[in-house]
């Protein structure tokens, strides 16, 4: 009985409905996946200068040039510092002249010159690339240079040549893990890969940030007909609208909570139990929060414009966009201002569930009284 | 002429009724604003004050392994931010549960001698779960000296690798090792001479203080002038609509208003400010400079409000059309490079960036204000405003042809 | 039998009645006239307990409103002066609607009936298309569907054309007389009032009516 009048109701709107309930999930899997092929491609501007020429310096920019983060330019020096000014380019790189001779000769001081501006903003990460990249080269001829000691000291007459010697240590570098690193938490038994799991949060922050607009959004139903000349006829059916209202609530809600253990199997791998949970409170804080905002107006157009703000504030605080987790360390009580932190930390907040039940009481009563 | 001037009125007038509304819709972008900004200096700043603090676990009792992890701590300690100590495992543990380290390190037995011989050693990083940022952090800058040691071991093996060949005697061989491990590890660590690091001073962001609030204000303007061209549409309902087409009143008329009051309300406002901020730079403009920059911030707004009546045309849906004017905003704002710079995006859209208007006006804003540049080009935001009014009027006439 | 008896409603500090007092006798047609904003449409959301007053009692079949408003709104049809339709549904899904959501399980063929009985024959056509007086009907035909003893209708005629107007009124008073039901409404046009009510109610303190009615010999009720 009250599924097909709701359904009478939805039957109108029911593709705009289906997408809005299932927007989260589309979003999420695009935006991540969008988001992941654009920071590959995001790559960092730089020159490189070669005023060696030699074969070491030309292996070396090859070398460079198989790094993903860079984008490297060639160029003449005039024409990059040019360029940096401009500010087109993050940081120039100069292959000072004599670069393999004073390698072969065991110096590395001072072989590249660097230049960065005070808008660099990768210039840092960038400087540790080359410099490693340079300090592999310097060693590996350090390391001829040993030999050559040694078998000098010893009176040795064992064959050797510089190229063979650094062509040796490089091939050892890449053949053996010599030492790697493994990471985990304190007192978390699963040791999980660490930028794994970040990658996860931010999925869920943007699941987070749509699910706040979508369920807003489709709550507006709340406004629409709670204003609806219509509903005082329910004075005269079997239902009382309150009933009818709530069970409307219930039924939105039961898809959603479908659809979101879907998101979940979708995005997750694993599937446990207390992380679905903390879902659906999410949810359900959702739900509160948009009942919470509609019943305090009027006009389904403010309601549009507030919702999305409102979205936004949350999914900030929430950490989506920026680490909340320092500024929190500061003002503790600021991560319970926003349902989404908890979220992220696969938390069930206690703060907001209270707010769920406080809700669900406000709303029957305000919605009870009207025909008192 | 008279209904524009009525309906100009009229929005005044909602305006003044709904003046708190109005003023949340102005503050509310500045609390987001100083919120993300206050976020993002609690992880600059405070990583700078509050040191990571590291410990550092030995659980090799060789005097290789002690020598090693000795120079690991002065080598950590070079970096100012860092605080590594030499703890037990217990005493790490403890640490890390009352929150007072970050992470920490951990050596396992026998690694000296597993590195010497030249079988793979794994290190053991044990982060802090109530400071997973601060946590990852440590766990890159292990691994990147993971990298270095590893790096020299590979060249010492090598020199090994021949050393063995010569007269040397076992003695000697034993010492040598630990004596090239030292000092290739050291030789390593000190890549940085290296470099020869020269910065350089770009005019705009001399002072971040003075570039950032300019920048800043160029964003609000744009929210603004978004938010409140949104805030002024309002239902009108069939009937009215009707009443006021029987008056002789074009659907445009009333647009035109809605823009026309928000392009004044928004322009007077973000003058005042952007008058406020110059005045604040030790830079003396010209008259002609302030008119240069008053006219980019006018074509700014105009261009704004006119692509949002352009999605206020086009979009029938009211949820739809807010989604997409908000995500407008971010996409305007994102293509300006106000805030961060364009040059760090993918190559393929930072080829779509100088179509943006806003990239042009902040480049040319930039330039005026920081650069005290004594010209400047309108032709290209000038031929986007008429490209942007002719699609506009364009869709408007279709409108309301497909309308009868 | 309908009984009120001194009911009083403020707003605010705004008194709209004051000590009002009436009855209805089953199968009686009442009708109640009065000024613009004299609380016509008050009192009948009183009656028809969308709202409730600050003081004074309402009996419904010697059941009182305090005690028993579930059974009593059961007995009601109310049809409120603007239009409560789903606008977006056909006349079929908004009968369907509510006669899915009252006490009597109507069929469709039965949803049908009340409204060829309203002169309302657009039965697929959607509600923002009907015309205003078609609308209306609707509006009527909504509150019938459960078959309600008393009616109570907030100028139900405004729009309709004279015939269905004509038919309208025909149909209320034979379910008066025949079913034995209580029908109380509110109108302007006072010919249709002195053609069909067997009494009238002014409501405020108005002689305009009064002379006039009493010069077409209606009896006038007492407030």
Known sequence: MFLFTRMLLLKKQLVPTLIWLLMPLILTVVVVQWGNAAARDAQIPIAIVDEDHSELSRAFIQELQQMDLLTIQLMGKQKALYALEKNQLDSVFIIKRNFEKELRNNKRNQLIEAYSTNRSYFYFAVKENISSLAQRKATQAKAAHEVKNLLNKYDSDIEWSFDEIVAQGQQREERYELLTVDFSYYNENESSSPTEKTNLLTSWGIWAFFTLISTFYLFDWVIKESNHPVVVRWLQSKISYITYFFSTLAVYLLIMLVIDILTYRIIETQFIWSEVLVMLVFRLTCVALALFVAVHLKQVLSYYFITPILALLLALLGGVFIPMERFFAKWPIMSELSPVYALLQWDVSLVWSVFIVLICMYVYRKESNRFA | MKNFVFFTHQYLKQMKKKWWKLLLLFVFPLVIIALSFMALSSIFVQSEQQKLSIAIVNEDTSSESQLLTQLIVTILKENTYIQAELLSMEEAEEQIEQNDSTAAIVFPSHFAADLYEGTSVKLHVLGNPQEKTQSMVVNELVETIARYIASAQANILTVYHYAKDTSISPEELESLKLELLMDFTFYTMGKRKILREYEWVLQPFENPLHYYSIAILFCLTIIWSILLFVFLSKQTSKSLQMRLKLAGVAFWQEHAARIFTTFMTVLILSSVLFAIALSQLDIQYYALDYLRMFLFVSLLILLTIVVCAIFDVIFHSDKVKLLMTFLLCVVLIAGSGAVFPTIYFPYSMQQLFPNFYTFDIWKWLTDLIFEERNYASYTKSGLMLALALTLYSGLVYVKGRWAR | ?223
């Open chain 3, 1 to 223: 039998m309908l009984e009120v008896k001194n009911i009083s409603k403020k707003y605010r500090s705004h008194e709209i009645l004051q000590n009002v007092s009436m009855h209805i006798a089953r199968g009686e047609v009442v009708g109640l006239v009065g000024q613009n904003g004299a609380g016509k449409s008050t009192f009948l959301q009183i009656v028809a307990t969308v709202m409730s007053a600050n003081s004074g009692d309402l009996m419904l079949d010697g059941l009182s409103y305090n005690c028993n408003l579930k059974a009593i709104r059961r007995q009601i049809g109310y049809v409120p002066q603007e239009v409560a339709l789903w606008e977006q549904l056909t006349v079929r899904e908004n009968m369907l609607f509510f006669a899915k959501l009252s006490w009597t399980k109507l069929s469709e063929e039965q949803c049908r009936a009340i409204c060829v009985n309203m002169q309302l024959h657009e039965w697929d056509k959607q509600v923002s298309k009907l015309s205003g007086g078609m609308k209306r009907k609707l509006n009527i035909a909504l509150s019938l569907i459960d078959d309600p003893q008393l009616l109570l209708l907030d100028e139900p005629t405004v729009g309709i054309d004279l015939k269905s107007k004509t038919e309208i009124a025909h149909f209320l008073t034979q379910q008066a007389k025949e079913h034995q039901k209580m029908i109380l409404y509110t109108s302007h046009d006072m010919k249709e009032i002195t053609t069909y009510c067997d009494r009238v109610y002014i409501m405020g303190e108005d002689s305009f009516y009064y002379d006039y009615l009493q010069e077409k010999g209606i009896t006038i009720g007492k407030m």
